[in-house]
Structure formats: structure tokens, C-alpha cells
């Protein structure tokens, strides 16, 4: 099958940013975004094409604060999972600005850092709630741009139909998989042994006998190679010819 993509990760994008800078309106099962309520809505549509066209400053300043949002989340969860160190704020939303911007958006800036800190030496903190969106920003932006590589592995696997697989191994190659798509290969290599171990028993040690006589600090799972090994010598011994040397 073709590589395929996602035709709604960028869809979706977008409709997180308006998400995460609060310019939206939800009321009576209807989700306005890209404007803060319906009436504004209806006033942006009205507009003439030259004030809609000025509006790119406003655009960027949006895209800042959503990319800001996404940042706080992605510290938050970084203390929480990760032994490494808060990952350093990145945007691109300031790219390429004209002159006349620059100054705008400098201005709007300094107006809110003003604001942030009218109290010196009180740093607010910010609230269990405001803390929640943040990781849950962070964490829709991640799994939005997994996506399509989520999509273009999935279908690049061929169709599977075994019958009378065990249980353990059906939730292992579930699993397995799962990591694969997301792309967590250490884990999916890791499952891929407990696979590959448990189709093992299955086959060689049914019943336990091996594991059971085992050493306390002996491999089991290379245990159960050699016993497979041992029962493909005497097969092995009547290949001749291409068939040995395949």
C-alpha cells in the first residue's frame, strides 16, 4: 500500500490553536473558532477584504500565545515523566514580520508584561486548573503531530489473520504494535521479546517443565531456544542438498 498522510492533522492544528488561545465560542452544542463569540463571528465576515487582510498581526499573536500554552503543558509534564530538563520555549510565529509589526507586537508585549508584573516579587502561580489545560494542550499538540506518521505506518502493515493465538500473545502483539505506531521503539522491542518468549513456551514448554527446573538466575527464554534447537537437529540432519544450504 502507498504512503499515505493525514488529511486532518492540519485541520486539527488549527483548530487547536484557536483552542488554546481562547478565541472561540461554544454555546447550545455550536463551536465557533476564530472568533471569541458568534457576533464577532458575523462582524469578521462582514468586513471588507482590506481589514481582514490587517488582521496578520493579530493572527501571530495568537499563534504566540497558543505555542506559549503548549510550552507551559510540555514543562508541566516534562516534571512529572522525564528526568531531563524543561524543554526551552520555540515559536515561529514571529517569523518574517515587517517593521510596522515588530513595533506593534513589541508594544502589545511590553503592555503585558506591565500587567504581569504590577506586584514585584510576587510571581503567581499559576492554578490546578490552569496547570490541567496546559498538560492537556501539550499532550492534543503532541498526539495531533504524531499523526500522520501514525497513519503512514498503520497502513503500510499487511492485513493478518492467524487463528488459535494465545491470549498473552494477542495482547503483547497489540501492544507491540501500538508502541510501534507511536513510534516508541524501545518498547516495542521489548514486547517484541515477550513475544517471541511466550510463542516459545507455547510451542516447547507448555506445561512449565523447563521453567520450573531452571537454576534461580538462568535464562529461560534462551533455555527455551536451545530445547527448539535441539528438536530441529534431528529434522535438520535429513535436509540434503538446496534445502540444507537455504
Known amino acids: 500500500m502507498g504512503t499515505q498522510s493525514s488529511k ?35 462582524m469578521d465576515l462582514t468586513d471588507p477584504p482590506r481589514a481582514r ?8 499573536v495568537g499563534k504566540l500565545v497558543s505555542d506559549s500554552k503548549v510550552h507551559d503543558g510540555r514543562v508541566q509534564s516534562t516534571r512529572r515523566t ?4 524543561p524543554p526551552e520555549f520555540k515559536t515561529n510565529a514571529l517569523g518574517n514580520l515587517l517593521p510596522e509589526e ?3 507586537l513589541h508594544d502589545l508585549l511590553e503592555k503585558a508584561l506591565q ?5 514585584p516579587g510576587q510571581q503567581r502561580q499559576p492554578s490546578e486548573s490552569e496547570m490541567e489545560d496546559a498538560i492537556d494542550a501539550a499532550f492534543a499538540e ?4 504524531k499523526l ?38 524501545v518498547a516495542c522491542a521489548v514486547l517484541c521479546r515477550a513475544i517471541l518468549e511466550s510463542a516459545h513456551k507455547a510451542t516447547t514448554d507448555p506445561r512449565g517443565l523447563i521453567e520450573r527446573s531452571l537454576p534461580k538466575n538462568a535464562s529461560y527464554f534462551k533455555e527455551l531456544i536451545k530445547m527448539q534447537r535441539r528438536c ?10 538446496p534445502a540444507l544450504s537455504m
Not at 53 to 60: A, D, H, I, S, V
Not at 115 to 119: D, P
Not at 155 to 171: G, W, Y
Not at 232 to 241: I, L, S
Open 232 to 241: 530441529m537437529m534431528p529434522w535438520m540432519g535429513k535436509m540434503t542438498g
Open 102 to 104: 515588530r513595533r506593534a
Open 148 to 185: 500522520p506518521k501514525l497513519v503512514e505506518r498503520a497502513t503500510s502493515l499487511d492485513e493478518l489473520n492467524l487463528r488459535a493465538v494465545p491470549n498473552d500473545i494477542k495482547q503483547y502483539f497489540h501492544e507491540a504494535h501500538r508502541c510501534y505506531l507511536y513510534g516508541f521503539h
Open 53 to 60: 487582510r490587517g488582521r496578520g498581526l493579530e493572527e501571530r
Open 8 to 42: 486532518r492533522a492540519g485541520m486539527l492544528k488549527r483548530v487547536l490553536q484557536h483552542l488554546n488561545n481562547g478565541n472561540y465560542d461554544e454555546e447550545n452544542g455550536y463551536i465557533v473558532l476564530g472568533a471569541s463569540s458568534v457576533r464577532d463571528m458575523i
Open 142 to 145: 503532541e498526539v495531533v503531530g
Open 82 to 85: 522525564s528526568l531531563d530538563k
Open 115 to 119: 500587567e504581569k508584573s504590577a506586584s
